[in-house]
């Protein structure tokens, strides 16, 4: 059954069309986003999630978000604009997709000549291809990831850095979905990745989609399956990459990252060259988004901490450089000493 | 709040009174088991859990299922009396202590001159003496352990090896509340345990009793808290223990043991010496319990993984010995290497 796409336009383009993360596996749900509000609440809420899907999400937010501007000049159309790129700036802080697509998105407008509605379409048009080249992008590290698979494989990955989190058939999933295409046997164990269980609840979900055998395991089971010698090699995604290459993924990579290393195992990083930031020099200089200490009290729904206990809650945690084997990226397989 | 006891006679002395550990936190619900199948049921189904209260529930278990055989000879008695604690045995099969137990009685009872109601009636004294003996076992692992934490201490402990887990104060967090006794700071750091959150469901309700700071993370948060400087020791209950000090625990220690290794933070072990099989010489040799692949797809009552994918669910996982720092138990600490 073909996935349906993570996030399109609406059949008449004015609202962002997204399935609704939260609810899968369970129910596929469409939304259509028809206000920057509601883009914002989307990807605050995690609706639509992944560095490169939240960077095209961003982007369409801002198209939406000038349909409705009602400014006579282009200075104050510009103003409102960039008000309403803050916004959607401020929904996530770890990403760099979504601050990079709404930066580039913004100096497209402003090197755009002519009135509201010339700005208009070229940010439509600008969206457009943001989406297109992170379709070409997944490819790319697909094609270049699959290399490092040889004849059948054990791949262990966290969270959803797949179809779901990006505009084509994902980052750390693509060089599995290319092997698969090509003939190998690839068989892919999730960790089911708390507090969200996007592994359990999305990457299993859009891999046995595509036919592709998957086992999911609690996170805590991880280190066992490698010590037991079922785990050939580690891929991850990253929502940033630091200058030295330290990464910033899903909590509980860095984890990972510390038990293969442990086996000698290899850990790959799958990610575009969007999610490189070269003005960080180091994984300690990121800010790590903490959530809402409901998603590990609250699991849901259902009451699983007592009152008034302190909850550490952190989206994503940094890996060191020196744990990753290489980053698998659209430019190419990055060995280290990484500089980006 | 002083604890409700984790199990205990009914007032009328002819049930097994537990809380059920499946309802907390959100409720306290006492269940009173009255047949040898209830017992079995609050054993396997994780109403009661826990090696050491398992061993308890196991020899109170028997008791039950004396009153009720009816059996004019004592070779009749006690043949029936060891298909009960057959039944009994097959509830869980990793944990020693529960065929320590059930062997202990049924040795007691061999030993019995007498009519079926003599021998009734010293299983009960056994049973009473093996829960009165887990209680000064608790309180001496938490003298032992108590002295490896000096001033104040930052723990990191996994699962529930608590007074929930035990006739007493607990294993793993016997030393925490020895200390907090004596007047040190003890800050505790409690993975929530996936899948069945006895961390976050019962070591954090049990500790935030007891007016101790908790702070409880997802499993995959555990290893970068220890990067950022903030453990300063783990301890962490076990199943079982291998003549060679290997330990079988909840499922996820070992994670926390590699991750503990790399970080040079000391990783401590504490558990009766009842844990202790001589008879197995390594993990290797244990059988892990796989347990129903729902308790990762089905969250709660929610859906959490797509139908139809396969689930990797071990209960516990095999941390060998050469990660532990030491092994504190009722008989002392032992330090490697280990021989038991």
């Known amino acids: 059954m073909p996935l349906p ?3 399109a336009w609406s059949n008449d383009g004015t609202a962002v069309r997204i399935i609704d993360q939260r609810q899968l596996p369970a129910s596929e749900v469409i939304l259509e986003l028809t206000t920057v ?19 095209i999400a961003g982007a ?9 501007i009602d400014a006579s000049s282009r200075e104050g159309f510009l103003a409102a604009l960039r008000d309403a790129a803050m916004l959607l700036r401020r929904t996530r802080p770890t990403a760099v997709n979504l601050p990079w697509a709404l930066d580039r998105m913004l100096a497209s407008a402003a090197a755009t000549q002519g009135e509201p509605a010339d700005i208009s379409e070229r940010l439509r048009e600008e969206a457009d291809r943001i ?7 997944c490819r790319r590290i697909g ?5 490092l698979i040889r004849g059948a494989a054990r791949v262990l990955t966290h969270c959803n850095a797949g179809a779901l989190a990006t505009g084509g058939i994902g980052t750390a999933l693509a060089p599995l979905y290319v092997a698969a295409e090509r003939g190998q046997h690839v068989e892919v164990f999730v960790d089911e990745t708390r507090p969200l269980l996007q592994g359990s609840r999305l990457t299993a979900w859009e891999l046995s989609r595509a036919g592709i055998p998957v086992t999911v395991l ?8 490698m010590r037991a010698g079922r785990i050939d ?10 200058a030295n290459g330290d990464v910033a993924n899903k909590v509980g990579t860095y984890a990972l990252a510390v038990a293969a290393r442990h086996h000698g195992i290899p850990f790959y990083v799958a990610a575009p060259a969007s999610t490189f930031d070269a003005a960080t020099a180091t994984g300690s200089d990121m800010v790590i988004e903490h959530r809402s200490g409901e998603e590990v009290t609250h699991t ?6 007592p009152e008034g206990v302190s909850i550490h809650n952190p989206a994503f945690d940094i890996t060191p450089s020196a744990l990753i084997t290489a980053i698998i990226s659209d430019t190419g397989i990055h060995s280290p000493p990484f500089a980006f």
């Open 60 to 68: 369409m937010g801002l198209v939406v978000a000038a349909r409705s």
């Open 5 to 7: 796409p993570t996030i």
């Open 218 to 225: 609690t996170d805590g089971a991880a280190a066992s399956l």
């Open 300 to 305: 849901f729904g259902v009451v699983t901490a």
């Open 143 to 147: 094609e270049c990831g699959a290399s």
């Open 233 to 242: 090699l580690c891929i991850v995604g990253a929502d940033r990459i630091a």
């Open 37 to 55: 509000a509601d883009v914002c609440d989307a990807i605050a809420n995690l609706a639509v999630r992944g560095a490169p899907a939240i960077g």
């Open 131 to 137: 989406a297109e080249e992170d379709r070409t992008m």
